[in-house]
């Protein structure tokens, strides 16, 4: 950031890189935010969305909440890093369900004060102070970063192994625990990371999902992984008995599309009538190509989230 002098004055003008100038005595910006459109609730010229308590702007491309990623130094671990990336995935999760513009309103009584005395502000204060609180209590008792470290280690030491980053050992570790953060939101939900960050530990639940994701990749390949990951992700923080029922119900819609298509196959005419003797050859034989296709895609994922309902049943 420099100091543009010969404008305004001594610090009353000042260059932040891709968006100038910023007026300090306005607490505005002179030009349009470059990201506007990703806050149309918010003025393009203001600047940490008016709140800089709890969002700073660093180069003028918009506002950034506290980050626990601001506590770490070039001498930081990288476990430390680690459970900061994963920390900082909770609190943005908070920022995107809320929304950016409250969330910062939650934290600002000047802004919108009917707002940030309503009870839904305090409830994202509470989740993110919670959440600030969890994290930093992580970051400091060595006995719950070294369980953390552990478990982690057994449930993705190999993918780790296999994931570097350049950077400080913090920053690696930063972007190992944005990453582990996205596959374990994706698998079990959030509420499971924040059990892992309180306790140390997954839960059985956690466990057991973890184990239904970590056999099916060593059995299906990209597609079949692809559903069940879907499956998962649509189903996150759900309870094990929950996602067995709905896989049982998952399972039994791809047996009637195999079944339909299969009949589809023997007969084109219960699908396409009369018309079927009107299709080109060439037609005919693209819609049975697509048929076939399906039928083995539906037997790919059947046979999966049979595979992951087995695993949740032992």
């Given amino acids: 950031m420099e100091k543009d002098d010969e404008v305004k004055g001594v610090g009353n003008s000042l260059n932040f890189g891709s968006r100038t100038i910023y007026d300090p005595r306005l607490g505005r910006f002179n030009s349009v935010d470059p990201r506007a459109r990703q806050y149309p609730s918010m003025s393009p010229y203001v600047y940490a969305s008016d709140n800089p308590l709890y969002y700073n702007d660093e180069d003028g491309e918009g506002p950034i909440p506290f980050r626990l990623k601001d506590l770490l130094t070039e001498n930081s671990s990288y476990l430390t890093g680690l459970l900061a990336g994963i920390g900082d995935g909770i609190i943005e999760t908070i920022d995107l369900v809320a929304g950016m513009a409250q969330t910062?309103?939650?934290f600002n009584p000047?802004?919108?004060?009917?707002?940030?005395?309503?009870?839904?502000?305090?409830?994202?204060?509470?989740?993110?102070?919670?959440?600030?609180?969890?994290a930093l209590n992580a970051l400091t008792n060595e006995d719950l970063r070294n369980k953390i470290w552990t478990n982690i280690k057994k449930e993705f030491g190999e993918w780790l192994d296999q994931t570097t980053f350049q950077g400080t050992a913090a920053e690696a570790g930063y972007q190992h625990g944005k990453l582990i953060f996205d596959g374990l939101t994706a698998l079990v939900g959030?509420?499971?990371v924040k059990y892992l960050l309180k306790t140390g530990e997954f839960s059985l639940s956690g466990k057991k999902l973890l184990g239904v994701w970590k056999k099916a990749k060593k059995s299906f390949k990209t597609a079949a992984l692809n559903?069940?990951?879907?499956?998962?992700?649509?189903?996150?923080?759900?309870?094990?008995d929950v996602i067995k029922k709905r896989l049982k119900s998952s399972i039994k819609s791809h047996t009637k599309q195999i079944e339909k298509h299969k009949k589809w196959l023997?007969?084109?005419k219960l699908k396409y009538g009369d018309k079927w003797d009107k299709f080109s050859e060439q037609h005919k034989k693209n819609i049975i190509h697509h048929w076939k296709e399906d039928i083995r895609r539906n037997k790919e994922y059947k046979k999966v989230k049979e595979q992951a309902l087995k695993e949740l049943n032992n």
């Fill in 110 to 134: 000047i802004f919108n004060p009917i707002f940030f005395f309503s009870d839904e502000a305090k409830k994202i204060r509470s989740e993110a102070m919670e959440t600030a609180k969890m």
């Fill in 266 to 268: 023997i007969n084109p």
């Fill in 104 to 106: 910062s309103n939650a």
């Fill in 190 to 192: 959030v509420s499971e």
């Fill in 227 to 240: 559903e069940l990951k879907n499956f998962l992700k649509l189903n996150a923080g759900e309870s094990i």
